[in-house]
């Protein structure tokens, strides 16, 4: 069909944006080194003050009890730090009440430690708590062999004590995610989501071009699509931590949900598109109706920049213009393909050429109706989660 050679190539980066994200990289993790820094020195002088002040012997133990449970807690983005926030939470409320059981009853040695250790495992998961197991498990050794090291703390005390200093520790870790640098999981997935669709813009015009297919082009083509898989696979990973966030800011996923479902399937549709045998369809095809896939295919391509732009930057002012431009070649296209299957023959053309004719177009139509899917979503999104 058309020839985008001149268009299709990857661009190498220059040094000059190989340095910027270099930097930029890390710059993200000097402020998570600095972020961790500070909780952990902030929960040491609290759970050392806070000991003092019960005049407790082991103050040393609850100020690093309490600076292990701010490092474990602080994440990444706000989304993880709410989850291991929680899942400390209920470890060491679990292993703090099964620690002292246990330990008062079944003293400490190594049988009753391995013993204690099961116990709780099979109890984490028989509550669905696999995720808290491990925290749970360290909270009953830590109470097991600590008490004995302070034989004159008595057990509930002291059991008492490790959970209010993994409180203390769960609480900084919090308001330091919040107050120093916060940087939230939605980001990242919008960010991911502004990549795949930078991406799915050049697999669309790769995929129709119906004239060119070069090695250059499948290399290419693949170098892309792989791309697309990992974001994927990125945003799943996140989903969990996107929720909360959403939940804290008492707004909802659906939105998400959606957004993430049609672009997933405008991508299953282009590389659908891509996998077809499309030698037989330039003889097929007309000069109106190849000029009329010519104009979708570049309607196509904007409207998956225009989406990307209006992910990464909060900007949605071109979408009236964007959703204007692809209906009307859309629907160009459609009037179009109607008048060449009412003039055209296809007698001339075995089965396989004529179901790859079809699934062609029905691939081209899938990818109109989720970009037309995903337009309205955007301003929502926008508004929501970054303005």
Not at 40 to 67: H, K, N, Q, Y
Not at 120 to 142: D, G, H, N, P, W
Not at 253 to 268: P, V
Request: charged letters at 20%.
């Amino acid at each position: 069909m058309f020839n985008h050679s001149t268009r299709t190539d990857k661009p190498t980066p220059s040094i000059i944006s190989k340095t910027y994200w270099r930097l930029k990289l890390i710059n993200v993790e000097l402020k998570r080194a600095i972020k961790v820094g500070f909780a952990a020195a902030m929960s040491l002088f609290v759970g050392v003050w806070f000991s003092s002040i019960f005049e407790r012997p082991d103050t040393l133990v609850s100020g690093l009890w309490c600076v292990v449970s701010a490092i474990v807690v602080l994440q990444a983005h706000l989304g993880g730090t709410y989850k291991a926030a929680w899942q400390r939470f209920l470890g060491v409320l679990i292993g703090s009440v099964l620690g002292c059981i246990l330990t008062s009853y079944f003293g400490s040695n190594p049988m009753s430690l391995g013993a204690a250790i099961t116990l709780t495992m099979i109890i984490c998961t028989f509550f669905k708590l696999q995720e808290s197991v491990r925290i749970a498990c360290l909270t009953v050794a830590v109470i097991m062999v600590l008490s004995g090291l302070r034989p004159e703390i008595p057990l509930f005390w002291f059991g008492l004590f490790r959970f209010m200093d993994s409180c203390m520790g769960i609480f900084i870790a919090v308001v330091v995610a919040h107050s120093l640098w916060p940087s939230e999981a939605t980001d990242k997935i919008r960010n991911n989501l502004a990549k795949i669709l930078t991406s799915l813009s050049k697999l669309f015009e790769i995929s129709m071009d119906i004239k060119t297919d070069s090695e250059r082009h499948n290399k290419l083509f693949q170098a892309l699509r792989d791309d697309v898989y990992e974001n994927f696979e990125n945003n799943k990973n996140l989903l969990d931590e996107v929720n909360l966030e959403q939940v804290i800011r008492q707004s909802t996923m659906e939105d998400w949900k959606i957004l993430i479902h049609s672009i997933e399937n405008a991508f299953d549709a282009i590389i659908t598109l891509k996998q077809l045998q499309k030698s037989k369809l330039l003889q097929m095809l007309d000069e109106p109706l190849l000029e009329k896939l010519k104009n979708f295919t570049e309607a196509s391509e904007g409207a998956f920049q225009s989406f990307s732009r209006q992910l990464e930057t909060g900007d949605d002012r071109q979408t009236v213009l964007i959703e204007y431009d692809l209906k009307s070649t859309y629907n160009s296209l459609q009037e179009d393909l109607v008048r060449l299957r009412g003039n055209r023959t296809t007698r001339q053309f075995d089965w396989k050429e004529i179901e790859s004719f079809f699934v062609f177009f029905y691939s081209i139509g899938i990818v109109a109706e989720e970009l037309f899917r995903i337009e309205p979503l955007l301003p929502n999104i926008i508004n929501e989660n970054i303005k």
